[in-house]
């Protein structure tokens, strides 16, 4: 079966702008989580969804982010008014039952570069 | 909030040599997580350790969680080009997992 997806795999956009990014968990996953990845760094969490509610939203860095996630399937993540620091690699994960007793399944991630 | 530390933080062995990255949680964990992910990659999953002083081994790899279930080691023997990237352990917490910053393993052959 497929794996974890998201794209776009490669985002470039200019300050200022709003970018969304979409992940497509693996069929019949509940938990759903967002990470981003800096340059050669940890994966930072965002933001976790248990099928369509998000108990836990601490990870997001400001309220220029935010996710959501419908059908209890796929996910967005979007961002507004981009800022430079916002570069990373943002990484989406999903697994059954809640992944911290559970492997996670990671996508390919999408790129986001700001200029 | 939970804090996971790794080091080294990046660690270069010749081909043949042992290698090993520690783990260490600010709290007690439920479970660990081992990660791996190779350049240009996405984390693939290795390994989950529950119990307190579990040990476990995949081939050349074994992985130990120590008894206060606080930390956590990775082992590999007799490195290979094949081993070459990033591990990182993930401690459970509340809903998510808390990554560790990662140990980056590069093999000169």
């Known amino acids: 079966g497929a794996g974890v997806s998201q794209s776009p795999s490669n985002k470039v956009t200019e300050k200022g702008k709003d970018v969304e990014l979409r992940c497509d968990p693996i069929s019949g996953h509940t938990a759903l989580y967002w990470y981003r990845q800096s340059l050669g760094q940890g994966l930072e969490f965002l933001i976790y969804?248990?099928?369509?509610?998000?108990?836990?939203k601490s990870g997001l860095p400001s309220d220029r982010f935010s996710a959501e996630r419908t059908g209890g399937s796929v996910s967005t993540l979007t961002i507004q008014r981009t800022q430079q620091e916002d570069s990373a690699v943002y990484l989406c994960a999903s697994s059954f039952g809640t992944g911290r007793n559970n492997e996670q399944f990671f996508g390919p991630g999408t790129r986001l570069t700001v200029l | 909030g939970q804090q996971v530390m790794q080091i080294p933080q990046y660690q270069h062995v010749q081909e043949g040599e042992d290698f090993t990255t520690y783990c260490n949680s600010s709290t007690t964990l439920s479970n660990i997580q081992w990660y791996k992910q190779r350049p240009g990659g996405h984390p693939v999953f290795l390994i989950q350790l529950v119990k307190s002083g579990e040990v476990k081994k995949q081939k050349r790899l074994t992985f130990q969680f120590g008894e206060a279930k606080k930390n956590s080691s990775l082992h590999i023997t007799a490195t290979q080009t094949t081993d070459v990237g990033t591990y990182f352990c993930?401690?459970?917490?509340?809903?998510?997992?808390?990554f560790g910053k990662g140990t980056k393993l590069s093999v000169i052959p």
């Open positions: 969804f248990q099928g369509n509610s998000a108990p836990d």
């Open positions: 993930a401690g459970a917490g509340s809903y998510q997992l808390t």
